[in-house]
Every structure is written in C-alpha cells, then in structure tokens.
C-alpha cells in the first residue's frame, strides 16, 4: 500500500501493490521460459513508453528462470495528452532489426481497448516473425471487444484510468512502484 512517498497523496487507490506486480512478474516469466524452452532466439518487444519497467523486470525474471532472451523496443502511440483513446496508431520509433524468422514475445503493459496491440500484431505479422505471442502485465475488460489473442496476461482490473509502473497520465506517474487510480482532482492539475 502506499507508503508515504510524494505521490502518494495523488493517488485515490492502489490497485496492483509491489509485491503483486513481483510475484506475477516471476510467474509469467516461469510459464512463458517453459513454454519456450526449446525455441531457440526469443526477442522480446517493448512497447515504450509505458511497458519500460514491466519489460526490464520480465527480462530479468526470464534470465533468473534461465531463459535467454533479446530486447527490442518499439514506440507507438494510440493516446494524445488525456485519458481517453484517439484510435489512431503511429509508429514514432521503429524495429531496429530485422525479425524474419524470430520467435517475438511482445511486451505490454496493458490492453484496454486492444486497438494499439491488434494493429502492432498485424504490423509484426507483416514483418515476417516465425511466432509472435504477448504477454501484458494488464488487461481491461473492454479487451475482450476487439479480437486479439493476449496468451500470457497478468491481472484483470476494473475499467478505470491507472497509472504507475509505467503508465502515465501526461507523462507523469510512470515512476511509481505500484499501479494506482488517480484522485480525480488530480486530472484537473496536471
Ligand atoms: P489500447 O490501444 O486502448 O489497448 O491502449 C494502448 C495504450 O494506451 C497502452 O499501451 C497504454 O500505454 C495506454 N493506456 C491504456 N489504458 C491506460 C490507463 O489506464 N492508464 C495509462 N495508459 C493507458
């Protein structure tokens, strides 16, 4: 639970601790290195900037399961300066490789209406990957609306705007350790 640091007081409710977010951090990557074990090149995908800490503690946790792995990032973006989605995707960086062939695992941090993800699938697809499969630290229920396959997903959370473990609201909130529900008063600050 909150713990006295600075952001604390912006914040109405946590919704995934710490500790949570470490446990199912090792869980995922325990699964998804026994499920790849005999795959040889898995890239993982980031999805900057929101799926940066996420990515860095997967990565890690794939390692300590002994599972090598190569990083990627991607950045795109779907959302303006608000919280609501624009609908439209926009490459603003780019693969730095080639992935024909690769066995590519993105790395998000969370599907709300799926529209960035299906459209980044399609896009990899396209890119001519052995395999692509995803693993999202979170998932909102208006997912299941658009049809995308998320195969390794860590927590279901209400239909609310979060922020925190990178997420932010206007760029702010990314440093936080847990992920939290703004106080509403704070959309009217920043
Ligand atoms: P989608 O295309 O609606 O699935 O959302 C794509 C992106 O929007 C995510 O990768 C996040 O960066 C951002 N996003 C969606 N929901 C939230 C939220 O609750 N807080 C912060 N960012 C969000």
Redesign the pocket.
């Known amino acids: 639970m909150a713990d006295g640091s600075w952001y604390d007081a912006d914040i109405d409710r946590v919704i995934v601790s710490e500790e949570q977010i470490r446990d199912k951090t090792t869980e995922l990557a325990k699964q998804v290195a026994e499920d790849y074990r005999e795959v040889d090149g898995v890239l993982l995908v980031g ?1 900057l900037k ?1 799926a940066v800490m996420f990515m860095a503690d997967f990565a890690r946790a794939m390692g300590r399961h002994g599972r090598s792995v190569e990083m990627e990032f991607m950045a795109v973006s ?2 303006g300066q608000g919280a609501t ?1 624009s609908g439209v995707v926009r490459i603003l960086k780019d693969l730095d490789r080639d992935i024909t062939g690769r066995h590519v695992i993105v790395v ?10 299906s459209w980044l699938l399609r896009y990899l697809a396209s890119r001519s990957a052995a395999s692509v499969e995803v693993v999202a630290l979170l998932r ?1 229920p208006d ?1 299941v609306k658009v049809p995308v396959s998320v195969k390794y997903v860590g927590f279901d959370i209400p239909n609310e ?3 925190g473990y990178g ?3 206007a760029e702010r909130y990314r440093e936080l350790p847990y992920v939290g529900v703004l106080r509403p008063a704070m959309y009217g600050k920043v």
């Open positions: 999805v929101g779907s959302y989605s998000e941090d969370i599907v709300d209406s799926g529209l960035t993800l909102k997912a705007f979060v922020v997420l932010d609201f």
